[in-house]
Nanobody, 123 residues
């Protein structure tokens, strides 16, 4: 089992930056591929970004490419999502997720999920 706890969401103005964290426990973090997803009101959950176990391979949704950066610190069992130039359409609940696929892609299966953290971007 893996427990995931997100933090760092909040309410910001358009153009602002936020960094979210996801602390993992219960299983060797360095053996897991990780991802960020989001769900906006009335929408399906969508892929945002993923990162391989080593941090060397990343994938991004087109909508966030160039604005968001996913990273991880295996020594701290923590996943990050740095978000720049936030837009109102980035408003969503953001979830971190863990996969036993060590180099996950946008369509990989993620076995473990956090509870989510709200990001609200106002214009």
């Amino acid at each position: 089992q893996v427990q995931l706890v997100e933090s760092g969401g909040g309410s910001v103005q358009a153009g602002a930056s936020l960094r979210m964290s996801c602390r993992a426990s219960g299983r060797t973090f360095g053996n897991l591929g990780m991802g960020w997803f989001r769900r906006a009101p009335g929408n399906e959950r969508e892929f945002v970004a993923s990162i391989s176990w080593s941090g060397t391979t990343t994938n991004y949704a087109d909508s966030v490419k160039g604005r968001f950066t996913i990273s991880r610190d295996n020594a701290k069992n923590t996943l990050y999502l740095q978000m720049y130039s936030l837009k109102p359409e980035d408003t969503a609940v953001y979830y971190c997720a863990a996969s036993t696929v060590v180099r996950p892609t946008p369509t990989s299966w993620y076995e473990y999920w956090g509870q989510g953290t709200q990001v609200t971007v106002s214009s």
